[in-house]
C-alpha cells in the first residue's frame, strides 16, 4: 500500500503490516474530519446508495455494531449477517464461494471469522474491499488503529510518548497490533505483566531490533508515574497453571483510584473493552480514562477507512 | 417529567409512571400526526442521520420490529442486536458497559431485558435516551401508551368509557400497566378473572384509593353489554393447580360471535397479543376488532416516542 | 395475473405457474434496466420510504441477503427477522396473525418457511404484497425467475436452446421450477441424472405434454456438445441406498476442465449454490461460467420485483 489516501480506494485492510507513518497520518487526519462531522452534523451522505456486507462468523456485538454504525452515520446500508452457523455455510459452502455471493450484492465487505488467514482467503477471492474484522488470534487491524488513533486524539502526540501495556502480554492480540503500529513512532514501551504472559519472542524482537526502548515489569505500581498511555487488557485466571502464582501477582494489573493517584495528571488510560474487574468502575468519571471515548473512536477510524477504501474520503 | 412536549427531549422512557394526562396528551398528539404521515406519504425524514440500538436480551419480534418500522419511517436507522446471549455480555461484560458502548454508536436505545430494573440501569448510565422496552415482570411502558392510544383513537375519547379488563390479571404485565395509566381518565374498570388470576393488591388498592368506580366478577357473559373497551388478555392452563377449575372457568375468557352478539355496537376489542384461542378469528373481520390497528398504533406510537426523545417532534 | 407490468402492483409472487411468456417479458425487462442502473450509478431511490420484512423461519443467508440488498439499493429498508424460532412464533403464535402484525409495520413482506403452502396462507391473509423466498419442497419462484432471467441475459434469448439438467432431478426444487418456466419457451430438453434421481413423473408429463422434445440420459459426458445451458445441481451421496451404485455414477455429473473442453464456445455454466464439489473452482475464470453473474441477476430480479409490486417499475 502507498501512502497517498488516494490509494486506499479498492484496497483491503488486513494487517497493521500494510500501515506506515504516512498512511497512518492519512487514515487519521481522515479519521478526525469524521468525528467534527459527527459532532457537529451527527451523520453524512458521502456513502449513500453503497451497501456493507457484515459477515460475522463468531459473534462480537461492539465491533458488528461499530461497523454498522459507522456506515450508517455516512448515509450507506448495512446487509447484517450474524447467523452464518445457521447460513448456508453450515451446509457445506466454502468461503470463497461465500464472498463472490456477497460481493454479488454488496460495495464492501467486513469479515469476522475465528480461522487465521480467513480475511485474507477472503480478500484473495473478493473483486470488492475486504476489512478484516478478526481472524482468530491473527489480527484486528481496525482495533490496533482506533486504539493508535486514541493516543494522538488524546494527546496530539505519539512521539516521544511512554507506553506502559499492562496485563496479558503474551495472548493479547490487541497489545501485539498496537506495539506493531507504534514502533513507526518514537516511543517508549515498558511492558508489565507475571512472567508467564510476557510478550511473546517475536513481538519484542521486533521492538528489540527497531531500537525502541523498553522495560519488562511484573508490577504495575512501580512504573505507573512514568506512563503517558496505559493500554490494560485482561489478567485471566485460567492462564495460570500455579493458582498461588495467580493470587500472588493479581492485583499488580488493576487500576483503582490509588494507583491513579500516583499517575501523570495528563495521562490517558484505555482498554479495548469488555473489562472484567481491571479497571475501577470508579475510575469512570477520571478525565484520565479514555475508554469509552476509544469506543467512539472506533466508529471514526471504520468510517474513515470504509470512505478510503470506496474511493469517497 | 414535565408535560410539555419539549420536556420530552433527551429523557428516557422507563415506566407508565412518569406520564400524567397532560404528557399523555402531548405524546398522543404527535403519535397521531405520525399517523396521519404515514397513511398519507408512507414515511418522513424526520430523524434522517439518527441511529437507534434496538438492544433484545431475550427476542420479541413484534415489538423489535415495530421500534425498527417506527425509526425507518422517519428516515432513521437501526442497528440490530438480537443475539447477545452470544455477545460480549456473555464473555462477563457489564450491562453499563454495553450501554456506554453503544451510546458511542447510537443517537438513542432501546431495551428489551428479562430483568427487573434493567432498563432503569442502562438509563442510569446513559448520556443518550434509553426506551424500555419490557424489563421482565417489570414494565414495558410503550406497550401502556399504545394500547390507551389506540382507545383515544377508536372511539375518540377515554374519559366516560367503561373498560373490561378480561383474562389473567394476576400476572398480565399489560392490564397492570394500563390500569395505571387509565387512572388519569375518568373511567369504569369491570375486571373479568378467574378467583386465582385476580388483580394484585397493589394494583387494586390504586385504583381503589383513586376512588375510580370498579367491579370484579368470574365471567364475561355477564358484562358483555356493558363494556365499552374489552381488553383480552391470555388465561394459561399452566396457572392453575387444580384443573377441574380450569376447566369450570376456561370458557368464561373467550371472545367469539355469540358473544359479540350481546356486545354494544360502538366499543372495541384490544389484545396485545399474541393470542392463543381467546379471541376466534371469526371475528377478525368484526370493525370491532381493533387488536391489528392496536399493533399499527404501537409503531405510531414508538415514532412519537423516538421524535420527542430525539428532540424532533 | 395478467401480463402488462402495471398489473404487478399489489399481486404476491408465490409460484412459477402465474407467470406466462409475456409476463416473464415484463419484469425481465425491468430487471435489465435494474441492472443497468446499478451498474451505472449503485443506487436508486424509487422504494425509498418503503420498508421490507424479511422473515426467515429457516436460514438462508444467499437469499436473505440478497433481497436486503435489492431493496437498499432502490433506497428501501429491510426489517430483518431472522430468529424466528425464538420469537413470538414459538410461544405459539399463528402464521396469519404474525403476518398481520408485520404488514402493520412494512409495505411488503418476504417470506422463507420449511413448510409447503406457508406462503401462499401469508398471502391469503396478507393485504401487503408477499413474495414467496422458498417454502420447504414447495416453491422458490425468485430462484427460477433469476435462473430463466440468466439464460437470457447471457445468451440473447431463450429460444431454439438445448438446455441440459444436470444432477439430482429427482429432489431439485430448482430445475422443476426452472423446467416449468422454460416451457414457455421453444427449447429442447436433455436431463441428465443417476437412473434414481429422475425428473419426477409430473414434471416429465408436464414436458411430454408440451411437446418439447427432451432426453433422459445418465452421462453427462455424452451430451456436453448439445447444450447451450448446462443447469448443474449437486447429487448427495445421503440419496444412495446402494453406495456401489453412487460410486459408479458419481463422476458422471461433475464439471471440470476436461469436461469443458468439449463443451461448445457459446454456452453457460449455471448453478443455483451452494456447490459441493459438482463444479471444478479451476473453472470459475471460464468467461462461460455464469453462476456467479446468476448471484447478482438474483438481485436485479427482485429489485424488479419489488419495485412491480410496489407499484413503482
Known sequence: MTNTIESFAGEDILSVNQFDRESLNAIFSIAHEMRVLVERFGSAELLQGKILANLFYEPSTRTSSSFTAAMQRLGGQVIPINNVQYSSVSKGESLPDTIRTLECYADVIVIRHPEVGAAATAAYYAHKPVINAGDGVGEHPTQALLDLFTVQEEL?????????MVGDLRFGRTVHSLTKLLLNYNVSFIFVS???LRLPADVLAAVDASGHSYAQVEDLHSVIGEADVLYMTRVQRERFTDLAEYDRV???FV?????????????????PLPRVGEISYALDDDPRSAYFRQM???MYIRMALLAALLGKA
Request: aromatic share 2%; proline share 3%; charged share 30%.
Open 156 to 164: 496530539q502526540q505519539v512521539d516521544e510518548l511512554t507506553v506502559a
Open 194 to 196: 507475571p512472567e508467564i
Open 250 to 252: 493479581k492485583d499488580f
Open 255 to 271: 487500576v483503582d483510584q490509588a494507583l491513579m493517584s500516583q499517575a501523570r495528571e495528563r495521562m490517558i488510560v484505555m482498554h
Open 296 to 298: 467512539r473512536n472506533g
